[in-house]
């Protein structure tokens, strides 16, 4: 990411790189303590974070929403890999999850690109509404998962189904609140 003179580091720029770096940190490390096919294998895996963490980074110089997907989708399947491998699950969730943090902030710039003509004021309205909503989707959604990681409650498919309706729907309400 380079930044031109008098281009302000905003806190949604900076997270857009720190992102993907702890993304690919997070399985790295979470990988390197399953190991399970050796070091040819952590190489490997490593190797494809770094380079889905760059071109993750680079979507801001190209404005290439495929380039951010693709590297969202290596992400996840390195994470789901490590599940598999039984990394450890708490790292693969928190790298799955600063890769969707970091697509998201990728691909919001593509959509509230900033004008000379728009105003600072509402542009950085905007910028501090969606990082809310942001932080917020990303810790219930981490939260959800360790306590399911971790609980081990038995239900008929009708009431999670249900569950997970009311939990959506809450979620909903909440971010329209804060968003409103």
């Not at 895996?45 to 770094?50: H, I, M, S």
């Not at 598999?84 to 790292?91: F, G, H, M």
């Not at 969606?130 to 498919?157: C, D, E, K, T, Y």
Request: proline share 3%.
């Amino acid at each position: 990411m380079t930044v031109k003179r008098g281009e302000d580091l905003t806190p949604s720029r900076l997270l857009r790189l720190a992102c993907p770096i702890a993304a690919a940190a997070c399985l790295t490390i979470g990988m390197a303590s399953a190991s399970p096919g050796g070091f040819a294998t952590l190489v490997f895996v490593t190797g494809v974070a770094l380079l889905s963490a760059l071109a993750m980074i680079l979507t801001r110089r190209w404005a290439s929403v495929w380039l951010a997907t693709i590297a969202l989708v290596a992400f996840t399947g390195l994470a789901a890999y490590g599940l598999l491998a039984q990394a450890d699950s708490v790292l693969m969730l928190a790298g799955a999850a600063a890769a969707l943090a970091g697509w998201d902030l990728a691909l919001e710039e593509t959509r509230h690109p900033r004008d000379a003509d728009s105003g600072a004021k509402l542009t950085g309205e905007i910028e501090k509404n969606h990082l809310r909503s942001l932080a917020l989707a990303v810790s219930i959604g981490l939260m959800g998962a360790v306590v399911g990681q971790n609980l081990q409650v038995r239900l008929p498919f009708i009431v999670v189904a249900l569950l997970v309706g009311l939990g959506v729907w809450m979620l909903e309400r909440v971010l329209w609140e804060v968003n409103r």
